[in-house]
């Protein structure tokens, strides 16, 4: 029995650890307003009666950077699992190869892109037509953008048959608290910025006996440039006031998930020295709540507090055992979660 046939709630390209994110839910819509125009918090104060402007960051790394990614550059990033890795440009009788193809190398924000799998092969492809994968190159590394969680059902391609997945990309909707990528033919990711990104699926043949071991676990992938800005980090609208507290922020939010739950604070500490922190690209963060919301207040405090409630046990997901902390734009933080009186 093939390990991955009874695999459930995580993604097999892009599983990966996430502290203080346990769904990958939308809720909520943008508020309508530019959120990079530096309005005021209305309810938010830095001191009595004076209002707190709305942050936004920048984050130092370059979002279309002129660096291309290298050919022999890992990928994907994490899957120790995997035999081999068929990329587009190196498809030379497209006809008689299984291959994942594109509509387009290049495509500027919001734009839109389809992505093609098609098995030239005479046995069946075992795969899961939830379960693609979108990765950004930053850093000198691929990193994994969306989704965070899949359905994880059987599928198969058939011999000669094709799937397709339509792809559209945007940059707008800043706004939004939580933001949700998932589908098998139409998906849509957002908000990302200008850049180098890979679409990737992953699966197997059948009949194992008669495969070659380097295509036991085989994944398809295509690469392709993004015209854009950079993607800046601007809080969401679940927040509905904030205040300084010395060289601490407090966050009060609206949980986007629903209001139901245990009164809770998540806390964001400023820590150089923490052990093992996940690196995280702004287009990651978009993905993560109250993380987003904690590191867009971050410049210039040592602690952020997001004052909220959540439904999930341990409180926001954080295991605290695991020590989790994260590093976004140089600075590293130590996450934790505090119950609280409502």
Same mark, same amino acid.
């Given at each position: +029995?093939?390990?991955? $046939? ?28 530019? %959120? ?5 918090? %209305?309810? !938010? ?15 130092? +790394? ?10 022999? =550059? %890992? ?26 193809? /594109? ?20 046995? &069946? ?9 979108? /990765? $950004? @190159?930053?850093?000198? $590394? ?9 359905? &994880?059902?059987? +599928?198969? *391609? ?6 397709? @997945? ?5 940059? #707008? ?17 957002? %908000? ?15 009949? &194992? ?10 994944? /398809? ?5 993004? #015209? ?23 966050? #009060? =939010? ?11 604070? /998540? ?16 287009? &990651? ?5 109250? *993380? ?27 295991? #605290?055992?695991?020590?989790? =902390? ?15 009186? !409502?």
């Amino acid at each position: +029995m093939h390990r991955r $046939r009874f695999l459930a709630g995580v993604a097999g390209l892009g599983a990966f650890g996430v502290a203080g994110c346990i769904d990958d839910t939308s809720a909520g819509a943008p508020g309508g307003t530019d %959120p990079t125009d530096g309005v005021s918090t %209305p309810t !938010g104060t830095d001191g009595p009666g004076t209002p707190t402007a709305t942050p936004s960051r920048t984050p130092t +790394m370059t979002a279309t950077s002129p660096e291309t990614p290298p050919h022999d =550059a %890992p990928f994907p990033p994490g899957r120790e699992d995997v035999d081999r890795v068929v990329w587009y440009r190196e498809v030379s009788d497209p006809a008689g190869t299984t291959h994942l193809s /594109y509509s387009t190398s290049s495509l500027s924000l919001p734009g839109e892109i389809s992505l093609t799998l098609q098995n030239n092969a005479d046995r &069946q492809f075992m795969t899961n037509f939830y379960d693609w994968a979108l /990765y $950004r @190159w930053e850093g000198g $590394r691929w990193r994994h953008v969306a989704p965070l969680f899949v359905n &994880q059902p059987l +599928m198969t *391609l058939e011999p000669g048959e094709s799937h397709t @997945w339509t792809v559209t990309l945007g940059d #707008e909707n800043l706004e939004t608290p939580a933001f949700r990528a998932s589908g098998t033919h139409e998906v849509t990711v957002e %908000p990302v910025g200008g850049g180098h990104y890979a679409f990737a699926v992953d699966g197997w043949w059948e009949d &194992q006996d008669e495969t070659p071991a380097h295509e036991h676990e085989a994944v /398809y992938a295509a690469r392709f440039e993004v #015209e854009g800005p950079q993607l800046p980090l601007v809080p969401s609208s679940a927040v509905t006031a904030t205040r300084r507290e010395g060289d601490t922020v407090v966050v #009060e =939010a609206e949980n986007p998930r629903g209001s139901d739950g245990t009164p809770a604070t /998540y806390v964001l500490t400023r820590d150089d020295a923490a052990p093992g922190p996940r690196e995280l690209v702004t287009e &990651q963060v978009y993905r993560e709540w109250p *993380l987003r919301d904690a590191l867009a207040h971050a410049d210039g405090a040592s602690e952020v507090r997001v004052e909220t409630t959540t439904g999930i046990t341990p409180l926001f997901g954080v295991h #605290e055992e695991d020590n989790p =902390a994260v590093t976004y734009d140089g600075e590293t933080f130590r996450i934790g979660a505090e119950e609280r009186e !409502g």
